[in-house]
């Protein structure tokens, strides 16, 4: 399995501890210190598509109008830390988010 966010998110720190309690094998992708590669992005844009963009972040509302304004895969590589997170590969399934559905299917 692995969680892919940044290790000073919240929700990114709270998925990771119930993952651990719950005695998965978690690798944790920090984002920001270990970009991802264009074929991991195309990966997770195949899954989630534009939402897989935090279009209500503070980094979102940043952007140039020219960034926003360009596709999914040009903002994620330009500033990992729009991606929504965390996601979740578990195996052939993704999740993006964490909610009480994604953590009880994750941690039963």
Do not use: H
């Not at 590669?37 to 503070?58: C, H, M, P, W, Y």
């Not at 960034?67 to 997170?85: G, H, W």
């Amino acid at each position: 399995m692995i969680l892919y966010g940044l290790s000073t998110c919240d929700t990114t720190k709270k998925a990771l501890k119930a993952l651990q309690r719950a005695g998965k094998d978690v690798v944790f992708r920090d984002v920001r210190a270990d970009p991802l590669s264009r074929a991991e992005i195309d990966t997770i844009l195949t899954e989630f598509g534009d939402r897989a963009v935090n279009k209500q972040s503070t980094t979102y509302r940043g952007f140039s109008d020219f960034l926003r304004e360009s596709e999914a895969d040009a903002q994620i590589a330009a500033q990992p830390t729009v991606m929504k997170r965390p996601i979740v590969q578990d195996g052939a399934a993704w999740y993006l988010g964490w909610d009480e559905a994604i953590e009880a299917k994750l941690t039963a």
